[in-house]
């Protein structure tokens, strides 16, 4: 095996969202180690930070799930693997993971498939389908949660499963990095007075999410104790759902909190957004299969409310798993507005000391938990195990001595 081996990562677009932010970082990761990083995508607004970190970007439509198309991208990576010497595919996707498991067995190399998502399974032929993703020679799960879904659906030997939890950079997302003018660039964009506190859900717009549960807690506060100082702020993008905006809006202009709530759309600045906000929602009413924003906003020292399935649970540290003053916020039952707003009470009631200790406990368990720097470093020990390569322990070498 080379020493510098060349991988191929696949993904659909690079739009925004936990697995194309993975991808970017496993570029750098490759790059940084002395291989060759190609990522094939349809593109997308992150697409420069590919290029960014070294990685190079193969346009290719891989997002299809079109049968023909399908079939025309197993010819397309197996030329590529040919032409470019490719010495590894690693899928982030179920439609381009069929190519890449046929263009890597045409080829004769390792294929690995990276688990970013709960997938659902309604019927035989959606689980088919989803069964792509437990193929890999090397199946990456991203959470315990993850794990345990593959295993219990598809029969998967813990042999072939690897757990390596998503990561977060922890010095981007520390608040001492975030300057008061991006943060008050942010609030001026949104529209939210100096003083006036900000719940933040940060979350693409599409029900599974609990947007709609978010609105029917703020207006369960309103009932409650009135809303004049507070904001909830739905930044994610609508991709193409835009009736579904439209209908959160319609949501909330009914329950009597319209002026209450922001659609920002995409925001790029997420270290600023959680820097501003008082407290970060994740209130999802599908298991995640990791739950980036919740580890991010912990890095933030941002006090966050998950709901109690999937995998935040892992990362938010909450009775009765552990005690008040070890928890690191709330855990609430999904679907449950009335919950949901009895947590984010409590958050916003917080005192000053109180509040300061949960933002220390919640960066220190991050910092020695979800970072980018392991979840690099493990990937890249998968990769050595298929190809005798010592990518990570390059990897290694390369970090900063502390």
Not at 180 to 186: D, F, K, Q, T, V
Not at 271 to 291: C, H, K, R
Not at 344 to 357: S, V
Request: charged share 20%.
């Amino acid at each position: 095996m080379a020493a510098s081996p060349t991988i191929l990562q696949i993904i659909p677009q690079l739009e925004s969202g936990g697995a194309e932010i993975c991808t970017i970082q496993i570029a750098d990761a490759i790059v940084r180690a002395g291989g060759c990083a190609l990522v094939a995508t349809e593109g997308g607004r992150l697409a420069g930070e590919v290029t960014a970190a070294g990685g190079e970007i193969i346009t290719m439509p891989v997002a299809s799930k079109n049968p023909a198309t399908v079939l025309a991208n197993i010819g397309r990576l197996s030329r590529l693997v040919r032409e470019r010497g490719i010495a590894l595919i690693d899928a982030a996707s179920r439609a381009p993971a069929w190519s890449g498991l046929a263009a890597a067995r045409r080829t004769g190399i390792p294929f690995v498939t990276t688990f970013h998502g709960a997938y659902g399974e309604s019927n035989r032929f959606k689980r088919l389908y989803n069964s792509v993703m437990a193929r890999g020679d090397r199946v990456i799960a991203n959470s315990h949660y993850t794990g345990d879904l593959i295993t219990r659906r598809y029969g998967t030997e813990r042999a072939r499963l690897t757990i390596v939890p998503r990561g977060v950079d922890v010095a981007r997302f520390a608040r001492s990095s975030v300057t008061p003018e991006r943060i008050a660039a942010l609030r001026a964009a949104w529209g939210v007075a100096d003083q006036e506190r900000i719940i933040l859900q940060a979350a693409r717009l599409t029900n599974w999410k609990g947007q709609r549960v978010a609105i029917e807690a703020l207006a369960a506060l309103r009932a409650k104790q009135g809303l004049a100082g507070a904001v909830l702020v739905m930044a994610g993008d609508a991709q193409g759902r835009d009736a579904y905006a439209s209908g959160l809006r319609e949501l909330a202009a009914s329950l009597g909190v319209g002026d209450h709530i922001r659609l920002p759309g995409h925001v790029a600045d997420m270290p600023a957004a959680y820097a501003a906000a008082d407290v970060t929602l994740v209130a999802s009413i599908e298991p995640e299969a990791f739950g980036l924003a919740a580890a991010e906003a912990q890095a933030a020292a941002c006090p966050v409310i998950t709901t109690n399935i999937g995998a935040p649970p892992e990362i938010i540290l909450a009775p009765p798993h552990v005690t008040p003053g070890e928890a690191t916020g709330w855990h609430v039952p999904p679907s449950n507005a009335a919950a949901l707003a009895h947590a984010i009470a409590e958050a916003l009631a917080m005192d000053g000391t109180t509040r300061e200790a949960m933002r220390d406990r919640a960066v220190a368990s991050v910092a020695t938990r979800f970072t980018v720097t392991e979840m690099q470093r493990q990937t890249l020990a998968v990769y050595d195990s298929l190809l005798g390569s010592r990518l990570a322990e390059h990897f290694a070498e390369g970090l900063p001595q502390v």
